[in-house]
């Protein structure tokens, strides 16, 4: 159970009861909520199987959720079998993914996150006008191999201020940057900032690359920390927005931070001498899993949480096009 309130009380030791804060918004995103709805509906439609490239979002719970309804998630395009049905992830994937599952005949259905559609869209322009873009994420997540594939001649990744020395480019005057939509906003300005110290002349994208859902969430966190014994991430390991969670609450005040996939994650040790425990959750964690978490906090004490609101949320995507059209005929069918 939560209780709604503004913005929070900074807490401090000499608070004699406990506390539980809640961050909002937390959770699910609406390229989140997108891709999940995209499987279960394909489900629905097509029946099982319906193959997913990667992991259609980043967390195991959705996954397992998903596999155990008849989806089969692959990490490539070669393990689909010709003709069959494959959802790509919210991450998005690059043209010569597209390519392969052209040439294997595949029902493709695009569940990336319209804002991940938005950078590959800017990659495309910058490269047809001939800039060096310089993208910056971390090597091997599928956002950015998706993102780099768009422009492969033309993007090189930049993972933190240290690697900006580094860079060679062609013309210092003709250099763009982009970013990995999940990034913590402040370590992706201090970047910005080194490269920009290099190439004055940078170039920036029309709009911040950093998603709606990841700034809301990180401000959420920063308004929760200060003073809080212990800040509760929900998310999986692999969860880029999720792992950052953890770094903005510690710089933001917090006296220690931990990420679990779920409640039975959390370490008893963890609430020794705890009053105040803040709670969040990344952008593709069920509401289940933080339900869990309190009420594992409440079974050992602590009081029902209070809801902060930093931040309202109202986007909500459309379901790719292909599912689209295929839920008109069926639905026409029908009448």
């Known amino acids: 159970m939560t209780t709604d309130m503004g913005m929070p009380p900074i807490l401090s030791p000499e608070d004699a009861e406990k506390a539980v804060l809640l961050a909002a918004p937390r959770g699910y995103c609406a390229g989140v909520d997108r891709a999940v709805v995209t499987v279960e509906q394909a489900l629905e439609l097509y029946g099982s199987p319906v193959y997913v ?7 195991k719970h959705v996954v397992a959720d998903l596999e155990s309804r008849g989806a089969i998630f692959v990490e ?3 393990e689909v079998p010709a003709g069959q049905t494959v959802v ?23 569940a ?22 310089l993208l910056i994420g971390h090597a ?26 580094n860079i060679v480019v062609r013309d210092p005057s003709r250099v763009a940057w982009l970013s990995q939509t999940t ?21 920036d994208p029309p709009s911040d690359d950093i998603c709606y859902a990841t700034q809301n969430r990180q401000l959420a966190v920063k308004e929760i920390s200060p003073g809080a014994d212990l800040v509760i991430v929900v998310g999986s390991g692999n969860s880029s927005n999720s792992v950052r969670l953890v770094e903005v609450a510690l710089e933001a005040g917090a ?3 931990y990420r679990v996939d779920d409640a039975s994650e959390i370490d008893e ?23 869990g978490v309190l009420a594992f906090l409440a079974e050992r004490g602590f009081p029902d949480a209070k809801a902060v609101h930093s931040a309202e949320e109202s986007l909500i995507f459309s379901l790719p096009k292909e599912l689209r059209r295929d839920l008109k005929a069926a639905a026409a069918a029908r009448a």
């Open 53 to 59: 490239r990667k992991q259609i979002v980043h967390n």
């Open 76 to 78: 490539e395009i070669a």
């Open 88 to 110: 790509f992830s919210a991450h998005g994937v690059s043209p010569e993914v597209h390519r392969q599952a052209a040439e294997r005949e595949l029902k493709t259905i695009d």
């Open 112 to 133: 990336t996150c319209p804002l991940v559609t938005k950078v590959h869209h800017e990659a495309r322009r910058f490269a047809d006008d001939d800039y060096d873009i």
């Open 140 to 165: 091997g997540h599928e956002e950015v191999e998706g993102t780099a594939g768009e422009a492969p001649d033309h993007i090189q990744l930049v993972e933190s201020p240290a690697d900006v020395p």
């Open 183 to 203: 990034l913590s906003v402040d370590e992706t300005l201090e970047t910005v900032a080194a490269i920009r110290a290099r190439f004055p002349e940078l170039l």
């Open 255 to 257: 006296k220690a931070s």
């Open 269 to 291: 040790a963890w609430l020794d001498g705890v009053r105040s425990v803040s709670v969040t959750s990344g952008a593709s964690v069920p509401e289940a899993l933080v339900d």
